[in-house]
Each structure stands twice: as C-alpha cells, then as structure tokens.
C-alpha cells in the first residue's frame, strides 16, 4: 500500500497503447473536426467507440486507492473506460502482520477482508457494477471525502451487510463476507496483479486488459479533478507508449488529502 514508501508509477514493461482512450482518436486528424452547413459551422468531437477495459486491483482499506478510484471514475466517461474493480489484498501479500511501518489505523483497514469476500461472491455471479457500487458506498462510509477531520475509524462488523443491503444486494451476498472460502479467489486475484506489476504489488494497481503488464499507482493526494484529471490520465498512457519506460517516482510530503466539493 503506498502511504508507507515513496509510490510513484511503474511498470512491468510498456508499449504502444490504442485502448488508453487516447489512439481512439486518428492522430492525423485534428481534435475538433468541423462540419460546414451553409453559413453556420458545426463542431463535431471525435467520439470514443470501443470502451477500453481497466481493472483496478485494490485493497478497501486504502485511503490512497480510494483518492485514485475517484479520479479513474471522474475520467471513465471522458475517455471511454470501463472500469473492473479487482480484489488486492494486502493482508494476503504480506502475511498475517503488515510491515511494521504501516500507521495503525491503516493497519486495522487493511485486515479488514470481509468485504473483499464480497467482492468475489458478486464476481462468480458476474455482477460486476454491483462490486462498484458496494466500494463506493464503503469508500464514502469510511473516507468520508473533504469533510473527514481525523483518520478513518474500523469499520463495524455490521457495516458490510448494511451496504450491502443498501446496495440491494440479496441476503446471500452478505454472508460471503464470513465464508473464507473466498479466500482462494482472493489469493487468485493477487497473483494476476503480481504477474502484471511484479511480486509485489500495490493498492491500487492497473491492468489494462489487452495488456500483459500494468501499473503501480498511480498516487494522488488530492486527486485531480476537470481537465487535471484528463491531463493525468493521458500522460499514463503517454509513458506506457514507450517501451522502455518502467519506473516514475517523487516521495510524498503528507497524508492523504480528500479535496473540498
């Protein structure tokens, strides 16, 4: 989880990207294409046709992660993705006890893997916007956004099955949440991050998913927002066109900021 050492954007190996939302559009083109009727010009934007599809692997716990899942959702629509909420478990990646720097109330965050069995539960059942919805929920319960003064508190043990329930989600789904049988699936889900990041991957962590590789990251505090947001997105895909790119990283100077409105 970033928040511990210095995050910054890396990857296990690039190349050129069509489905970073950026080459949908004809580089011969111009931006705006513009349309003549008479006296009256028309402005007429190239529009995005095949969504790309990003997977984010994260850990629920993660202030950081969920700064970046808000950035990613603000950016979705703009740049035609379609975004895949995957399970990365911090807990399983480093054993029983997190390294020893990890501050305590994100220790007790991260441990916190009922919901990530969730998470699988709805996979297996192919229900995949309703993973979207319940991390949103979980993310604004716990986060907070601007209005939160101190560190976010564990979570309750009933808070899973009250979003759930919120989220509209049948009775079951809740209750895979004490079922550690998913905990196979989780341990799956973090192997594919660590084949496409390396052994040991972080929250968040994206895998596009024509891509063999991915990256680490990226680390926003506060995340983006407007045109920043999209800026930020197409220089990802500006670094990951290139094929030797690996690694980008700056040390962070404070704790997670959740930007005001």
Known sequence: ????????????????????????????EPRCLCETSGAVHKRRWPTVTDPVRVSIYIDPGCPWTWLAAGWLREVAPQRGLLLRWRSLSLVQRDGAELPPSV??????????????????????????????????????????????TGPPEPPAAELVAELAAAV??????????????????????????????GPHPPSP????????????????????????????????????AELGFFELRRARTGPPTFAAG
């Not at 970033?2 to 011969?28: C, K, M, T, W, Y």
């Not at 509209?168 to 084949?195: I, Q, T």
């Open 103 to 148: 501050p305590e109330h994100i220790r007790a965050l991260a441990s916190e893997g009922r919901i990530q069995r969730v998470f699988e539960a709805l996979r297996a059942q192919s229900r995949e916007d309703d993973i979207g919805g319940l991390y949103q929920l979980w993310g604004e319960r716990l986060f907070g956004g601007p209005a939160r």
């Open 1 to 28: 989880m970033p928040g511990v050492e210095d995050q910054g954007i890396s990857s296990a190996g690039g190349r050129g990207h069509a489905f970073f939302g950026l080459a949908s559009f004809n580089p011969d």
């Open 168 to 197: 509209g989600l049948p009775v079951e789904f809740a209750a895979a949440a004490n079922d550690e049988a998913w905990g196979r699936a989780l341990s799956d889900s973090l192997d594919v991050a660590s084949k496409a990041c």
């Open 205 to 240: 962590t994206i895998v596009l998913d024509e891509s063999p590789t991915g990256l680490s990251g990226p680390v926003f505090s506060p995340a983006p927002t407007g045109e920043a947001a999209l800026r930020a997105w197409d220089a990802v895909g500006v670094l990951l």
